[in-house]
């Protein structure tokens, strides 16, 4: 069992508002990254981190940021959330090395109205 | 271009009955394959892997996929399925991007098990 976590589990919340979705791991792992899936929908990656100070844009272009201060922690927020946000945020860290298996936290759904 | 193809949406087995579950991919060099499973409201879990070292891989609950570089496939597979395996599953294939691997996911098998 991969020691993943992200918070909240599920966020409602209006247009205009500003979110940051939380993910921490406590493998040491010094790469991270963030996915989005629309329901049905595979995975796209829109974020990743080869360790602190470092972020980089995925695949999939995204409006929100993230920030990799310290090691096990990496947020993503949204300045101002629309409904074309509503979407599930899927968190994974790896090793580097070692075929770089993600592990996957349990994902953040969020819902913008 | 690295890629990965799942080539059935849904699949629909019998309890006690084998899964096939079929992905084909795409890439210009000896990939790292995965298969990653994940439940209603649950995160992604690791299947198995696939990185170059025998082509029959065994994974968790029983699963297992066999790399075939003839047929560019990497078909999951169990010989009895249980009512817990009803999920979907998502076939990825690793590519190099920058100084980290990415992760290219297919677009998802969703497995039924009837009783």
């Known amino acids: 069992e991969a020691d993943i976590y992200q918070t909240p589990r599920y966020l409602v919340i209006g247009t205009g508002k500003k979110i940051t979705l939380e993910c921490s791991q406590t493998?040491?792992?010094?790469?991270m990254y963030w996915y989005q899936q629309d329901p049905g929908m595979e995975l796209h990656l829109i974020h990743y981190?080869?360790?602190?100070?470092?972020?980089e844009k995925g695949d999939l272009s995204s409006e929100s940021t993230v920030s990799r201060i310290r090691t096990e922690h990496f947020p993503l927020t949204l300045e101002s959330a629309r409904p074309s946000h509503t979407s599930q945020y899927l968190c994974?860290?790896?090793?580097?090395?070692?075929?770089?298996?993600?592990?996957f936290g349990p994902g953040t759904r969020l819902l913008v109205l | 271009a690295q890629s990965v193809t799942q080539l059935d949406s849904h699949v629909s087995v019998s309890e006690g009955t084998p899964v096939l579950l079929r992905c084909n991919y795409s890439s210009s060099y000896s990939p790292s394959l995965f298969w990653y499973v994940q439940h209603p409201n649950k995160g992604l879990q690791l299947l198995l892997k696939?990185?170059?070292?025998?082509?029959l891989v065994k994974g968790i609950n029983g699963f297992e996929a066999e790399f075939k570089k003839s047929e560019t496939s990497f078909h999951l597979t169990k010989p009895s399925a249980h009512m817990s395996d009803a999920a979907e599953y998502f076939c990825v294939v690793s590519v190099r991007g920058g100084a980290t691997n990415k992760l290219i996911f297919g677009t998802g098998t969703l497995l039924a098990v009837q009783p």
């Open positions: 696939y990185t170059s070292a025998a082509t």
């Open positions: 981190s080869y360790g602190v100070n470092s972020t």
């Open positions: 493998m040491g792992h010094d790469k």
């Open positions: 994974a860290s790896s090793l580097s090395g070692a075929g770089e298996t993600q592990y």
